[in-house]
């Protein structure tokens, strides 16, 4: 909000007000015939504030300090002439009500009580007890009250819209999960219905005394297909438990190469021998599901590279294919996305729930070899260090 972003400049405001107070000042002494020693002094302090306002910027917590600091220099400055600065008792509202703001109401009722404590030695300090500055202090005293209260009352009305905000924005995020509930629901039983259908007409022919063997395999096959499907949506939304070891990442790599490596020219890049802590099925699983991909997808080459930086184990799947669409580089990981006549949509799906469930992250980007880049990173660890070094 503005304001909010207003008073975390707060520091430069007031310099550059102590600023323009001293320059106005200036001009003011020349022109309201003050006493050559009380304009000096005033002058000075007026000097020091802003030489100190100047300091602070450069501190960049904002406490309580701050304000009783203003408000002690406001004082200084009334006292070099009360009878004729007692007007710039304005300038307490200021830091007054940036303290009710700022701080907790007790601290902001403390730095009113001392704005309120030194104002009242001021008139102490010159006797002024007629009945005048009585009621000039009373009024002043009042005013520094209510303007904390509405310091307190604007930080209470912002804090209770910041939570209505979050509560709404809270409301949105369950809404979009249950929508895209709904619609990962209707797309497994469009899935499911497909095959369903197929099985249910080979059946009916075959009760009819036609025992076709097309027929039978397409019973067979479906059935596959459905068992398949199953798996990988039972695999997405609710994973096995399962026990987290030192894998040896070359390893799996290679076997992975080695299944889907028939027909595609799969180029495996691994520098040193990376290990991680992980369960290895499923670290297979996401690594698999992405090659299988990339596979499906190049024309003639995958290139697997795996390297370390900063922690982190980074695995790179790139093909020489088409790539993908801009506008679908946002949908791939959704559940049941896919452009493919054969695939199921879950697949990289689960590669990234399984990325991000073991502290790492996933995105697709564009490969220098035409098609897609597919960039998994996790994170090693004291462990994996140290199983590296080995």
């Given amino acids: 909000m503005q304001v909010e972003l207003t008073f975390s400049n707060y520091k430069i405001l007031r310099f550059a007000f102590s600023f323009a107070l001293l320059v106005a000042f200036s001009i003011f002494a020349g022109t309201a015939g ?4 009380t304009q000096i002094l005033a002058a000075i302090i007026l000097f020091i504030y802003t030489t100190i306002s100047f300091i602070t910027i450069f501190i960049s917590r904002i406490t309580v300090f701050d304000t009783i600091l203003d408000v002690s220099f406001i004082s200084a400055f009334i006292f070099t002439d009360f009878n004729k600065l007692k007007y710039f008792s304005i300038l307490y509202l200021f830091p007054l009500f940036f303290s009710g703001f700022k701080f907790s109401n007790f601290y902001g009722y403390v730095v009113t009580f001392i704005a309120i404590a030194e104002y009242f030695s001021l008139f102490i300090f010159y006797k002024e007890y007629d009945q005048t500055g009585f ?7 009042v005013a520094f009250i209510f303007i904390t209260a509405a310091g307190i009352k604007l930080k209470q009305q912002i804090e209770k819209q910041q939570r209505y905000i979050k509560k709404l924005e809270e409301e949105k995020r369950v809404s979009e999960v249950y929508k895209r509930l709904y619609r990962i629901s209707a797309e497994l039983a469009h899935e499911i219905r497909n095959p369903l259908a197929s099985i249910k007409a080979a059946a009916e022919l075959i009760a009819e005394g036609n025992p076709n063997p097309k027929l039978l395999k ?10 398949k499907l199953l798996s990988d949506f039972l695999l997405l939304s609710r994973p096995k438990e399962s026990e987290k070891v030192v894998v040896n990442v070359k390893d799996i790599l290679l076997r992975i190469k080695e299944l889907y490596g028939k027909g595609k020219n799969i180029i495996l890049n691994v520098s040193d021998n990376p290990r991680l802590v992980i369960s290895e099925k499923s670290f297979e699983s996401a690594v698999s599901n992405i090659v299988k991909n990339a596979v499906e997808w190049s024309r003639e080459k995958v290139v697997i590279s795996v390297y370390t930086m900063n922690d982190k184990l980074f695995i790179e ?12 580089k946002e949908k791939i990981f959704e559940p049941f996305f896919t452009k493919s006549s054969s695939g199921t949509g879950l697949g990289l799906a689960i590669a990234k729930r399984v990325v991000i469930e073991n502290g790492g992250n996933i995105f697709v980007e564009n490969s220098s070899l035409g098609g897609a880049k597919f960039v998994l990173t996790f994170p090693l660890g004291r462990e994996n260090e140290s199983n590296n070094s080995r």
């Avoid at 397409?218 to 068992?227: A, C, F, P, V, Y």
């Avoid at 799947?317 to 679908?328: F, L, S, Y």
């Fill in 34 to 37: 003050l006493t050559s020693n």
């Fill in 135 to 141: 009621l000039n202090f009373l009024l002043n005293a």
């Fill in 218 to 227: 397409m019973i067979k096959e479906e059935s596959e297909r459905l068992n």
């Fill in 317 to 328: 799947v790139e093909d020489d294919g088409k790539g993908i669409d801009e506008e679908d």
